[in-house]
Nanobody, 123 residues
Framework: QVQLKESGGGLVQAGGSLRLSCAASGGTFSVYTMGWFRQAPGKDREFVAGITWSGSTNYADSMKGRFTISRDNAENTVYLRMTKLKPEDTAVYYC?????????????????WGLGTQVTVSS
């Protein structure tokens, strides 16, 4: 059983930056495909970015050029660096893991989830 715990959320002004972290425990982190999703009030959970065990990445179109996903397999941690933040980026951000090779943008295809961390971008 894999446990995921996000951190690094907070309140930031538009145009600012944040780095989210997701610490994994209880499994073999290095083999998991990791993803970041977000959910704003009243909206569906949406894919943000994903990364395979080897470092291949995929991003939602609206995040390309602003967000960067990375992982440190030695530290069992995946990161999401967010820059040029906009008020519409306000959401709860979730870390997810799947024990299958390949990034998917579909939330139900991830096996494990963290509890999320709130990101609020003020205008």
């Amino acid at each position: 059983q894999v446990q995921l715990k996000e951190s690094g959320g907070g309140l930031v002004q538009a145009g600012g930056s944040l780095r989210l972290s997701c610490a994994a425990s209880g499994g073999t982190f290095s083999v998991y495909t990791m993803g970041w999703f977000r959910q704003a009030p009243g909206k569906d959970r949406e894919f943000v970015a994903g990364i395979t065990w080897s470092g291949s990445t995929n991003y939602a179109d609206s995040m390309k050029g602003r967000f960067t996903i990375s992982r440190d397999n030695a530290e069992n941690t995946v990161y999401l660096r967010m820059t040029k933040l906009k008020p519409e980026d306000t959401a709860v951000y979730y870390c997810a893991a799947r024990a299958v090779l390949g990034i998917t943008t579909t939330a139900p295809e991830y096996d494990y989830w963290g509890l999320g961390t709130q990101v609020t971008v003020s205008s």
